[in-house]
C-alpha cells in the first residue's frame, strides 16, 4: 500500500512512500509519450522533428531548451495512442491519427514509475497547421526544428537514444535502406 506524501499545487507531482519506506515520484496522469515526427527528402534522406523546450535539469538557465522528441502526458480519459495523436497536432502541427505507429515503451526510472510509450509517424506528405500548444510558458518558449534522424543520440532526453534504434529499424522497415 503507498501513501501520498507531498503533491504539488495542482497535483502535478506527488510523492509517495510504499509500505516499505521506498519513495517515488508521480506524474499526474503518470505515464507519458513520445512522439518522431520524420519527413523524407532534402539533404538528408530522412529528418526527424526535434522539440526544443525547457526540462527542469538546470533552473539557472530557465530560457535554455533541451532536444526532445514531442512529448505529452497521458490524461486520465486517454489512451497512450489518443495521447500521441493529441500532441502531435498540439506541439507538432500534424493530423497523424491515420499514419501512427507503436515503437515501444519504457520505464523512466527506479524512483519514479512513469511509463513512456514512443510513438512514430512519417508527415512528408502532410501539411502542418498553426501550433496551438497548451497555453503554459513552457510551450509558449518551446520551438521545433526538422534535423537528421542520427541527431537523436545526441540528445541528452532519453527517448531520443532509447526511440533512435527502434525509430531506425522502422524506417528501413517502411523505406528500406534510405537511411
Request: proline share 4%; net charge negative.
Amino acid at each position: 500500500m503507498e501513501k501520498t506524501i507531498f503533491t504539488t499545487d495542482g497535483n502535478w507531482l506527488s510523492i509517495k512512500k510504499t509500505d516499505k519506506d521506498f519513495y517515488f515520484t508521480e506524474r499526474k496522469g503518470k505515464d507519458s509519450i513520445a512522439l518522431f515526427l520524420t519527413k523524407r527528402g532534402g539533404i538528408f534522406p530522412v529528418k526527424v522533428m526535434i522539440r526544443f523546450q525547457s526540462l527542469p535539469l538546470d533552473n539557472t538557465e530557465f530560457q535554455k531548451l533541451y532536444p526532445c522528441p514531442i512529448t505529452g502526458s497521458i490524461e486520465e480519459n486517454q489512451n497512450p495512442m489518443e495521447c500521441a495523436i493529441n500532441e502531435g497536432m498540439e506541439e507538432g502541427g500534424y493530423d497523424i491519427k491515420d499514419n501512427i505507429q507503436y515503437l515501444g515503451k519504457y520505464a523512466v526510472g527506479t524512483q519514479t514509475n512513469e511509463v513512456v510509450h514512443m510513438y512514430w509517424a512519417d508527415v512528408t506528405e502532410k501539411e502542418p497547421v498553426d501550433i496551438s500548444g497548451d497555453g503554459t510558458y513552457h510551450e509558449s518558449i518551446s520551438k521545433n526544428e526538422w534535423r537528421d534522424v542520427e541527431y537523436l543520440p545526441k540528445c541528452l532526453y532519453s527517448a531520443c537514444q532509447i526511440g533512435h534504434p527502434l525509430l531506425i529499424q522502422a524506417l528501413r522497415y517502411s523505406y528500406g535502406n534510405i537511411i
